[in-house]
Each structure stands twice: as structure tokens, then as C-alpha cells.
């Protein structure tokens, strides 16, 4: 691969205009067809086949009309008198009637009739319950506490929801001018006194990748890359590629809503992995290329090819870790998921090939300017031998005199780190756990404060009653629903709606505690638990559905898709490090590594974020897909930094040098890219920390965590630690393994050098440029 990838880099450095002109084309081809195809991505996170969405087509097929919890695009605006008043007392009940007009001026309402205030739909949605309920056979006492259940005025008056939904198939699809003019009649119901909030699906504004957080991680970026190479030039050379490689990454992600459902996240997630990994590929290539440029005596031409052909080919595979961790999302048999992650591979896949063909293309182009534009003069200490002194020698050799100290204190700091994990708590974002300075979290705590936490999370028992003979089917309706208010949790059960012949009937229970609750995904539980006896029981069949049962659900199915996506993609990358390092130790020490790692970078996620440690948020569950996203990102860039340290620790000891001080030479060549390159990367992820949406929050900061932890405490640490202590039985293979494994040539042993691998002088450059070690 090395030889093939060394022709590459020599053609596309030779031939730059057609590579250049080739990746322009590109950029303008997908951005054209990304804005001529694109379709509104969605926020819905369902899965096919778990039992909430079964009960949900069960649901569906008894009730026509009715709409998926999942799909419902709500709005819930909540307004609350001051302390000590009520809605029906003037002014304030002139000022709901104002706004139920502005409600029902609003765009792209379904129906526009059905918009009421809280006081008078209370009234007359209680005289029609109480006196169904009491048809029923129920006692006065037991309709009226079912009529204040569903009422949407509280017991004291003060606080009253106007709910309504919007004729739209998806969130996306609400206009910003409906935004814009139920945010206005919020306003107008504030200025006279009331307290106006709003929920829902259909409240919520989307959000568009774009905007500081990437302004700020490519700043940073900037700032690191001038420290590493002390020229302005060449400094802005990976930023270009990254963004090259982004914008065509993001554009097929456009293009690919036209053929299959993609979260709103999808684009953010993919532009904060393309920044980072396309930054990071171009450093190590045009590092390489740096260096080389004193070995070849300033052969421009040779020196790209052989900085593609070894340094490119730690990042083919580097790549291939990534697009495997990533594309392998989709084996875990979750559309939203694999759709992300497919999307996410795609995007390194480009950022791969950009640093392959774009950069040297660049650099044929530049040729003697690429490092132009000097801020700063590098001129490293060098041994008596000539060979460089730098922070990565002095730290290997540190490593080098105390490898079991190191070792141990890297275990124990990532194992201290990783306990709080054990509190790990997941569930998908919810108006309850947004953040306090946001009127969803506002509604969602006026509501919960004037009718209990368990209004916002519902569940729906749906009752197939076909089975079962006309007059026994009230029965069992009745059966159902006094089975479900004798649980321990239920706040309240009701039949809310029987379709037309009387086959079906919708039982909605109220908990007593919150969506995010886990006592209700333990009642949840016990309801799922006693299914089969109650049916049995009343001859029927159900299912339990609604919003909140099926973002259990969802978390259920993440979270056991954990344990079958770790072992795929260790498995398989495991395979591949193998062929790499042709090794079996070297491997094996890098994912243990990586698991150090990923527990403790979930460690400290659940302390920031769960449990709001350091108020950086307020604290609520993690995202339930945040853990497999990030084992199938961090496990990508963790091989990255061990492909990029070991290959030329490997590199040097291929080369005739003692396993101890090949350590060290790998180190002296790799460690200060790889420090820079890991900085960038925490520095791009980190900036996402500053966004409002929770989920790129908590994803920005976990994935700046678990790059410090792995770049620093396990690649920069306990790997070396290891390889030392494992002296040259880290390279051990069966021979039978060695004869069968393909020989991928990642040192570059059979490209032309016929020069030594330890330089031991700087010579001049040509066309005066410098080429600092």
C-alpha cells in the first residue's frame, strides 16, 4: 500500500491542477445538488418493532385517525396567573381570551376551532366527563377526580394549558414565521401580567449547523497549527482541506434526506467529526512531508510521495478505524443510528481522501511557499548524532525510567474516573430536562408544579376488545382500566376514547412521576410484566404506547445494543491493528486502552451532565444514544493516535534500532504532531459545548474528554509504559499468522530511500525555504 500510495501523492503533487480543479468541481457538483434535492430532516427518534410502536399500529388500526405520539406535532401553551389569582379574574381573563385569538390566527394550524381557553374548556370538557363517567356506573367522586385528570385548568384556577397541533408531517416542517408569531403572542400575554410559556414538539425551533462553535474550534485550530509549524501558510493548509472535506461531506448529507429519514443532528455531528478528523489527517501527512523535505534534500516531488506513503498510510487505516466504528452504527438494527453513523463515514471517508490527493496538490502548487509567511524560527536542539531533542525524547525517556509507576498511575486515574459511570442514567431529550432558561423547560415546570410531574408523561394502554363479545366489552374495558390504577405510581386511569363500533378503547394513565423519571420506566415495566395475565383475564389484547413509552423504548434498545456494537467493532478493528502492526500485544494493549478510556470518558459525562457537577448544565440524563455514538467515535480516533505512535515506533525498530530506544525515536518523530493534533481535536469538539442543543452539548464535551484522556493518559502514557515493559515480545506473531496475514507495508520499507531514517544534519532547502526538523 505504501508503494501505491507513494505513486499517488508524486502524481497528484506533479498533476495538481487537475486534482485541484477535480475537488473544485466536486465542492460546486454536491452543493448544487445538496440545495436542488434536500428535504427537511427530522427529529423523530423511533425503532421500528419495540412494543411501544407495536402498540402503536395496533393503535392505528382500531383508531384511523388517530396520530403516532412519535409524529405529533403539539404545542401546550401553559399561562398562569400571580399568586393568589386566577385565570377567570379580570384582567387577566381578557388577556387569555387575547391570546386564544392570537392562537387562532396563527399559520398552519390543524384546527384553528378547537383553540380554547383554559377556564371554558375546563368547564365544559368536566360537565361531558363527569356525566359519561357516571352513564358508566362510576361514583360522583371517582368522575370528577378522572374530569380534573385530563382538565386543563388547575384545582386553584391559577394555571391553564391551551393545547393544539399543527398541520405538518414533521417539527421541521413548521415554518419560522409560525415560530416567530407564537413567540409574539407569548409576548403580548406577558405584557399584561400572565406568565406564558410553551412545549411541545411543535414549539421547539430548529437548529442549523453553523455559527461560533465551529468559528471557535477552527480559531483554536489555527492557533495550534501556527505553534507546530511557525508559518502562516502552512498553518491555514489543513483548515482549508478540513473544510473542503466538510463541505462536500455535509452536501451528500443534504442529498441524502432525499432517499432516507436523517436527524437534524446528523449535519452537526458530521461537521464536528470532519473538522476534526480532516484537520487532524492533513497535519500528519504534511508533518511527514515536512520532515522529509530535509531527508530527500529538498526533493519536493519525492518528499510528498514518501509523506503520503507512510504517513498516508497510517491514515488509510487510522481512516479505516473510524469508518468501520462508524458504519457499523447501522448492525444494531436502528434506522435514526446507522443513518447517523452512515452519514458520519461518509464524512471521514472524504476527509481521507482529501488528505491524500487534495493536500499534495496543494502543495505542487505552493511548491517552495508552503512554508511561507514565518511567525516564528524553529530551531531544535539536536544530540551529538544530530538527531533531534524535543518534548516528546525527554517525555519517552521518562516513561522509559519509570514504565510501572506510569502504567499504574494512568490505570488508577482512569479507573477513579470512570465510577460514576456506574449511576449512568439514559434517556431521550424532553421539554423536562431542557434547559431553565428555555420556555419549554418553564412550561414544562408550571405544569408540573400545577398538575403534577406525571401529566407530561402519559402512557396509553390500547384495548383490542374485537375478541370479546359486544356486552362483556365494557367489562373488560372497565377491567383494564382497574387494573392499571391499582399499580403503585399511577396517579390517575381512564377510558379517553372508544372508536366507533366499540371494538377498542384508549386507557390513559398519569404517573405520578416524570417522563425522565425512573420510577415511570419501572412502572412502565411492571405494566409490560402483567400484560398477558390481564389479557388473559379480560379476553382482550393491549399495548402500552404513548410519547413517553416510546423514548423507553428507545433507550431500552440503545442500551442494549451496547454490549453487540462493542464487540463488532473491537472485534473487527481488532482484525485490523493486527494487519497493521502485525502483532498481537500491540493490539490487544490498545483496545484495553480504549475500553480505560471510554468508561472513564463516561465517568466524567455522567458527573458534568447527569449530575450537573461544575455547572456547566443543569443535571439531567444523558442522551440514550450518546454512549454507542461515542464508543463508535472515540474508538476511530483512539486507533488514530495509537496507528500514528506506534507505526513509527515500529517504523524504527523495522530499521535495526533497539525496541527502548525505538520507543523513544517514535516519540521524538510522532509525539509533538500528535499532541498538537489531539489539541486541535479537543479544542473542535469542546467548542460545540458552547451550543444550546443539549444533545451536540453533551456530545461536544464527552468527545473532548475521551480525546484528552485517550491522547494524553493512554496513547501518551500507558501504550508507551507498556511497550517498554513488553520489549520486543510486543511484536510477537505465530508464524502461521505472519504467513498469512498480507504484507501492507505501513513503515514504507519498500519505498526508494537510500537514506538513513535518523538525519544528522539540516541542510539547506532549495529556493531558500526553511525546513525546520
Known amino acids: 500500500m505504501a508503494t501505491l500510495l507513494h505513486r499517488l501523492g508524486r502524481t497528484a503533487y506533479r498533476r495538481w491542477p487537475a486534482f485541484v480543479v477535480g475537488w473544485l468541481v466536486l465542492l460546486v457538483a454536491v452543493g448544487g445538488l445538496a440545495g436542488a434535492l434536500h428535504k427537511p430532516m427530522t427529529n423523530t427518534l423511533s425503532i421500528p418493532g419495540i412494543p411501544s410502536e407495536r402498540a402503536a399500529d395496533l393503535q392505528k388500526e382500531l383508531f384511523p385517525h388517530a396520530v403516532d405520539a412519535a409524529n405529533e406535532v403539539n404545542v401546550n401553551v401553559v399561562v398562569a396567573a400571580p399568586q393568589g389569582k386566577s385565570l377567570a379574574d379580570a384582567p387577566y381573563a381578557g388577556a387569555v381570551a387575547a391570546l386564544v385569538g392570537d392562537l387562532r390566527a396563527l399559520p398552519q394550524l390543524a384546527s384553528a376551532d378547537r383553540i380554547a381557553g383554559p377556564v371554558e374548556a375546563s368547564a365544559a370538557q368536566a360537565q361531558q366527563l363527569v356525566q359519561a363517567s357516571v352513564a358508566a356506573g362510576m361514583t360522583q367522586q371517582q368522575a370528577e377526580a378522572n374530569a380534573q385528570a385530563l382538565s386543563p385548568l388547575s384545582q386553584d384556577g391559577r394555571t391553564g394549558t391551551i393545547s393544539f397541533d399543527f398541520a405538518v408531517e414533521t417539527q421541521a416542517d413548521v415554518a419560522d414565521a409560525t415560530h416567530v408569531a407564537l413567540d409574539d403572542a407569548l409576548a403580548k400575554t406577558r405584557a399584561a401580567g400572565l406568565t406564558a410559556e410553551a412545549n411541545g414538539t411543535g414549539a421547539q425551533a430548529g437548529f442549523e449547523a453553523g455559527g461560533s462553535a465551529e468559528v471557535v474550534g477552527v480559531a483554536i485550530a489555527l492557533g495550534v497549527l501556527l505553534l507546530t509549524f511557525g508559518s502562516l501558510v502552512a498553518a491555514g493548509l489543513p483548515i482549508l482541506t478540513a473544510l473542503v472535506g466538510v463541505g462536500v461531506g455535509v452536501g451528500g448529507i443534504e442529498i441524502l434526506t432525499r432517499f432516507m429519514d436523517i436527524t437534524a443532528t446528523t449535519p452537526l455531528l458530521a461537521t464536528m467529526i470532519g473538522l476534526a478528523v480532516g484537520i487532524d489527517y492533513t497535519l500528519f501527512i504534511l508533518a511527514r512531508y515536512r520532515s522529509e523535505l530535509e531527508r530527500t534534500n529538498g526533493d519536493r516531488q519525492e518528499a510528498i510521495g514518501i509523506a503520503v506513503g507512510t504517513a498516508g498510510t497510517a491514515v ?92 499504574l498511575l494512568a490505570v488508577v486515574l482512569l479507573g477513579a474516573l470512570a465510577l460514576p459511570a456506574r449511576d449512568l442514567h439514559l434517556a431521550l431529550p424532553s421539554d423536562s430536562t431542557a434547559s431553565s432558561d428555555t420556555s419549554a423547560r418553564r412550561a414544562s415546570d408550571l405544569m408540573s408544579e400545577a398538575f403534577g410531574p406525571g401529566r407530561e408523561g402519559p402512557l396509553l394502554v390500547v384495548v383490542d376488545a374485537r375478541s370479546v363479545d359486544a356486552a362483556d366489552r365494557p367489562a373488560a374495558f372497565g377491567g383494564v382500566v382497574a387494573w392499571a390504577s391499582g399499580q403503585p405510581g399511577v396517579a390517575n386511569a381512564q377510558v379517553v376514547g372508544q372508536n366507533a363500533d366499540g371494538t377498542g378503547a384508549q386507557v390513559l394513565i398519569q404517573p405520578t412521576t416524570g417522563p425522565d423519571d425512573t420510577a415511570t420506566s419501572t412502572l412502565l415495566g411492571k405494566l409490560r410484566d402483567q400484560q398477558a395475565s390481564i389479557e388473559q383475564k379480560t379476553g382482550t389484547t393491549i399495548g402500552v404506547t404513548g410519547l413517553t413509552a416510546i423514548q423507553t423504548d428507545v433507550s431500552d434498545k440503545l442500551g442494549a445494543a451496547l454490549p453487540v456494537y462493542l464487540a463488532i467493532v473491537i472485534g473487527l478493528a481488532f482484525v485490523l491493528l493486527v494487519l497493521v502492526f502485525r502483532s498481537i500485544l500491540v493490539p490487544l494493549t490498545a483496545t484495553l486502552g480504549f475500553l480505560l478510556s471510554i468508561l472513564a470518558t463516561l465517568g466524567v459525562t455522567v458527573q458534568a451532565f447527569q449530575k450537573g457537577t461544575g455547572g456547566l448544565v443543569e443535571g439531567a440524563p444523558i442522551i440514550s444514544f450518546m454512549p454507542v455514538f461515542l464508543i463508535g467515535i472515540v474508538f476511530g480516533l483512539a486507533m488514530d493516535y495509537q496507528v500514528f505512535l506506534v507505526t513509527r515506533v515500529r517504523e524504527a525498530h523495522v530499521h535495526g534500532m533497539a525496541m527502548r530506544d525505538a520507543v523513544v525515536d517514535g516519540f521524538r518523530q510522532s509525539a509533538r504532531v500528535v499532541a498538537a493534533a489531539a489539541t486541535i481535536m479537543t479544542a473542535v469538539f469542546a467548542a460545540f459545548i458552547l451550543m444550546d442543543e443539549p444533545i451536540i452539548k453533551s456530545m461536544g464535551f464527552a468527545l473532548a474528554a475521551a480525546v484528552v484522556l485517550d491522547a494524553f493518559v493512554v496513547r501518551m502514557a500507558l501504550i508507551p509504559a507498556l511497550l517498554y515493559l513488553m520489549g520486543d515480545k510486543a511484536w510477537w506473531l505465530p508464524r502461521w499468522l505472519d504467513r498469512v496475514l498480507p504484507d501492507v507495508d505501513v513503515e514504507g520499507e519498500k519505498l526508494p530511500r537510500p537514506y538513513v531514517v535518523h538525519a544528522e544534519a539540516t541542510p539547506a532547502a532549495p529556493d531558500g525555504e526553511t525546513v525546520p526538523a
Open 316 to 407: 488509510v487505516f487510522a481512516g479505516l478505524t473510524v469508518l468501520i466504528a462508524l458504519a457499523f452504527l447501522s448492525v444494531v438494527g436502528i434506522p435514526f443510528l446507522g443513518a447517523m453513523g452512515i452519514a458520519a463515514a461518509a464524512t471521514v471517508l472524504v476527509a481521507v481522501l482529501v488528505a491524500l490527493t487534495l493536500l499534495p496538490a496543494i502543495l505542487g502548487m505552493l511548491k517552495s511557499k508552503a512554508f511561507a509567511g514565518r511567525v516564528r524560527k524553529d530551531e531544535p536542539k539536536r544530540e551529538a548524532d544530530g538527531r533531534v531533542i524535543n518534548n516528546g525524547t525527554r517525555w519517552a525517556r521518562f516513561v522509559r525510567r519509570w514504565p510501572i509507576p506510569v502504567a
